[in-house]
């Protein structure tokens, strides 16, 4: 499970085997927040990220049942589950769940692509990898989704780097061949410099956007261990990182 603070101070708790509490700190008091499950998948739903947007409303991403948003000021609640063919949602298990700075959703989920959400016509353009086309996403497995100082737009995947394009709807893709120790990329951050700090299962590497160059650094040079856990990366008010591993 994991915690969340919103913007009132309050706070999410989500437990991994299902369910959703509330605590008001004012009040010292909890609330049990249920997830109505779809009608497709009947159930306990177990919430697997969770953002707050711009307009100060929830969205919980699940394991299995798609995205959903609830308003704390009215109440109201939107599950956004159509057909994929209508513009649905392709992603069921939801592993990332991020806001622009035009306030645009993204979702990535465990196999089935990239996700961006268009509220003015309440649909998702989905973006999938083609063995065929160079310029998609190098992976359907999405692990993060991060925007730069920039505004540049960056997926981590199970299979590399990806900058998106908004112009052209398109993605380059940096991996192994490039200088990636790894191609599972598990955490980004941005350090003062503007570098991008990665995680993967094979250690840890700065990358420079503006040259496209990789310094990798492993056990040798300090790590906790290469390998790294998904989405497990914090950068405080001083600018210092941290990237959880298995042992650290």
């Given at each position: 499970?994991?915690?969340?603070?919103?913007?009132?101070?309050?706070?999410?708790?989500?437990?991994?085997?299902?369910?959703?509490?509330?605590?008001?700190k004012q009040k010292?008091?909890?609330?049990?927040?249920?997830?109505?499950?779809?009608?497709?998948?009947?159930?306990?739903?177990?919430?697997?990220?969770?953002?707050?947007?711009?307009?100060?409303?929830?969205?919980?991403?699940?394991?299995?049942?798609?995205?959903?948003?609830?308003?704390?000021?009215?109440?109201?609640?939107?599950?956004?589950?159509?057909?994929?063919?209508?513009?649905?949602?392709?992603?069921?298990?939801?592993?990332?769940?991020?806001?622009?700075?035009?306030?645009?959703?993204?979702?990535?989920?465990?196999?089935?692509g990239l996700n961006?959400?268009?509220?003015?016509?309440?649909?998702?353009?989905?973006?999938?990898?083609?063995?065929?086309?160079?310029?998609?996403?190098?992976?359907?497995?999405?692990?993060?989704?991060?925007?730069?100082?920039?505004?540049?737009?960056?997926?981590?995947?199970?299979?590399?780097?990806?900058?998106?394009?908004?112009?052209?709807?398109?993605?380059?893709?940096?991996?192994?061949?490039?200088?990636?120790?790894?191609?599972?990329?598990?955490?980004?951050?941005?350090?003062?410099?503007?570098?991008?700090?990665?995680?993967?299962?094979?250690?840890?590497?700065?990358?420079?956007?503006?040259?496209?160059?990789?310094?990798?650094?492993?056990?040798?040079?300090?790590?906790?261990?290469?390998?790294?856990?998904?989405?497990?990366?914090?950068?405080?008010?001083?600018?210092?990182?941290?990237?959880?591993?298995?042992?650290?």
């Amino acid at each position: 499970g994991f915690i969340f603070e919103d913007r009132d101070h309050d706070i999410w708790i989500a437990n991994h085997r299902g369910g959703l509490s509330l605590y008001n700190k004012q009040k010292n008091d909890f609330y049990n927040f249920k997830i109505h499950s779809s009608t497709e998948r009947p159930g306990k739903v177990t919430v697997s990220k969770i953002l707050q947007d711009r307009k100060g409303r929830i969205w919980f991403g699940t394991f299995g049942d798609g995205v959903s948003w609830y308003d704390k000021k009215t109440g109201q609640f939107k599950h956004l589950r159509k057909p994929v063919k209508e513009g649905g949602l392709s992603n069921l298990t939801v592993c990332a769940l991020y806001e622009d700075r035009k306030g645009i959703i993204w979702v990535g989920g465990e196999d089935d692509g990239l996700n961006v959400y268009n509220e003015q016509t309440d649909s998702f353009t989905h973006y999938k990898h083609d063995p065929k086309n160079p310029k998609s996403i190098s992976h359907d497995r999405i692990h993060i989704i991060y925007e730069d100082k920039k505004g540049n737009l960056w997926i981590g995947t199970h299979g590399g780097l990806n900058l998106f394009n908004p112009k052209t709807q398109t993605f380059t893709a940096f991996g192994v061949k490039e200088g990636l120790p790894n191609e599972i990329v598990l955490a980004i951050l941005e350090d003062g410099g503007g570098n991008l700090w990665i995680s993967t299962t094979i250690g840890l590497s700065k990358f420079n956007p503006s040259d496209k160059t990789f310094r990798n650094y492993g056990m040798s040079d300090g790590l906790q261990g290469n390998y790294f856990n998904r989405v497990s990366s914090f950068k405080n008010k001083n600018g210092r990182m941290f990237f959880g591993g298995l042992n650290g």
